[in-house]
């Protein structure tokens, strides 16, 4: 014999807190009222998506990784000799008392 009821009946209705069956309305603050003023005003509301497609474009690096690896290996190592040659001719030129 099943403990289950059987399908056609129907368990008893839950009672929902009165804050579950009537919640307050979202409260106005800042972000709210300047994201309805952009939504009311089409040319913001078309920059806005313009800024959601821009920010959510496939960037070089994801397009073409092994080539952004490379050039990237490439500068840091420019940079980085470019610092030691820096730091070495202005070592050279406090021993040499010409600073």
Same mark, same amino acid.
Do not use: C, Q
């Given at each position: 014999?099943?403990?289950?009821?059987?399908?056609?009946?129907?368990?008893?209705?839950?009672?929902?807190? /009165? &804050?579950?069956?009537?919640? /307050?309305?979202?409260?106005?603050?800042?972000?709210?009222?300047?994201?309805? #003023?952009?939504?009311?005003?089409?040319?913001?509301?078309?920059?806005?998506?313009?800024? &959601?497609? &821009?920010?959510?474009?496939?960037? #070089? =690096?994801?397009?073409?990784?092994?080539? =952004?690896?490379?050039?990237? #290996?490439?500068?840091?190592?420019?940079?980085?000799?470019?610092?030691?040659?820096?730091?070495?001719?202005? #070592?050279?030129?406090?021993?040499?008392?010409?600073?």
């Amino acid at each position: 014999m099943s403990t289950t009821p059987p399908s056609h009946e129907h368990r008893p209705r839950v009672d929902l807190p /009165e &804050w579950m069956r009537n919640p /307050e309305p979202p409260r106005r603050t800042l972000g709210r009222r300047l994201s309805d #003023f952009v939504d009311g005003a089409p040319p913001l509301a078309a920059a806005r998506r313009r800024l &959601w497609a &821009w920010r959510d474009r496939t960037r #070089f =690096s994801e397009r073409h990784p092994a080539l =952004s690896a490379i050039v990237s #290996f490439v500068v840091v190592g420019v940079v980085a000799t470019a610092l030691v040659v820096g730091t070495l001719y202005l #070592f050279n030129k406090i021993t040499h008392h010409e600073i």
